[in-house]
Nanobody, 123 residues
Framework: QRQLVESGGGLVQTGESLRLTCAVT????????AGWFRQAPGKEREFVAR????????YYSDSVKGRFTISRDNARNAVYLQMNSLKPEDTAVYYC????????????????WGQGTQVTVSA
């Protein structure tokens, strides 16, 4: 059974950091693109970052560029999101997603999703 499980969320203050982990089981991540999305209360799910299946390409939303870093470890079947200089507007449930080979910046580009982890940034 394919599962993506996010962890690492929590409550932090403005300017602090968190590292999210997406652990993948029942599914080989090596040939899949992966992405992180987030959803704040009352808002639609939005793209945060993605990484290509060969790990050579990354892409970020303008709102997190320069503060967040996406990475992957195919040996561990995991994807990470390092979040630095967090702001209150980063507060949301963060989801990881995966898709064979190609992953874009739309939710419809990804077939497999995790259940999400809550990130709360206090002012």
């Amino acid at each position: 059974q394919r599962q993506l499980v996010e962890s690492g969320g929590g409550l932090v203050q403005t300017g602090e950091s968190l590292r999210l982990t997406c652990a993948v089981t029942g599914y080989t991540l090596a040939e899949s693109a992966a992405g992180w999305f987030r959803q704040a209360p009352g808002k639609e799910r939005e793209f945060v970052a993605r990484i290509g299946w060969n790990s050579g390409s990354t892409y970020y939303s303008d709102s997190v560029k320069g503060r967040f870093t996406i990475s992957r470890d195919n040996a561990r079947n995991a994807v990470y999101l390092q979040m630095n200089s967090l702001k209150p507007e980063d507060t949301a449930v963060y989801y990881c997603a995966a898709n064979l080979y190609y992953g874009g910046s739309q939710t419809s580009n990804y077939r497999f999703w995790g259940q999400g982890t809550q990130v709360t940034v206090s002012a």
